[in-house]
Antibody
């Protein structure tokens, strides 16, 4: 069974930093591109960042470029999101999402971790 | 940047009725469109990909259509568990990024 379990969320002050982690299991992690998608309270979904299976390419939404850094450790089957210079508008549930390499869409999602900037 | 606009924002229907949700892209995206369902407190679930292909385990009452800029998600006969928020999403080949619509809430009338 595919499982994605996020951790690392919490309350942080504006300008602060936080590191999110996602532990993957149930599939060959190093075969898949991975993503972070966020959802502000009561709002819609926003793609944040993606990383290729071998970390060769990384992409970011304009809203986080220069402040967030995505990374992965295939040996540990883990995905990370380092967030700096956090703003109130970054408050959201952050989801770890698998990119289905056959279709290019989000086929598995974690349950999310809440980041509150206040 | 491609913008996806979903309509209506809210759809009030009764169980057994047919639901028709719309997603319009600001420029042609061929059939690179997916639909997701999200229930309160849960992560989204993939329903439809490439505009009209059902994801694994998705009931046949869910169907998708469209190409270019206009897309539709149809639920042929609403079941109680179908009342939720639905999002469309487009995938860009290069750079490989995703864009979501703002969502349509299907609520019980």
């Amino acid at each position: 069974e595919v499982q994605l379990v996020e951790s690392g969320g919490g309350l942080v002050k504006p300008g602060g930093s936080l590191r999110l982690s996602c532990a993957a299991s149930g599939f060959t992690f190093n075969n898949y591109n991975m993503n972070w998608v966020r959802q502000a309270p009561g709002k819609g979904l926003e793609w944040v960042s993606s990383i290729y299976s071998d970390s060769s390419y990384k992409y970011y939404a304009d809203s986080v470029k220069g402040r967030f850094t995505i990374s992965r450790d295939n040996a540990k089957r883990s995905l990370y999101l380092e967030m700096e210079s956090l703003r109130a508008e970054d408050t959201a549930v952050f989801y770890c999402v698998r990119d289905d390499f056959l279709t290019g869409y989000a086929d598995y999602w974690g349950q999310g971790t809440l980041v509150t900037v206040s | 940047e491609i913008v996806l606009t979903q309509s209506p924002a809210t759809l009030s229907l009764s169980p057994g009725e047919r639901a028709t949700l719309s997603c319009r892209a600001s420029q042609s995206i061929s059939t690179y469109l997916a639909w997701y369902q999200q229930k309160p407190g849960q992560a989204p679930r993939l329903l439809i990909y490439d505009a009209s292909s059902r994801a694994t385990g998705i009931p046949a009452r869910f169907s998708g259509s469209g190409s270019g800029t206009d897309f539709t998600l149809t639920i042929s006969s609403l079941e109680p568990e179908d009342f939720a928020v639905y999002y469309c999403q487009q995938r860009s080949n290069w750079p490989p990024t995703w864009t979501f619509g703002q969502g349509t809430k299907v609520e019980i009338k």
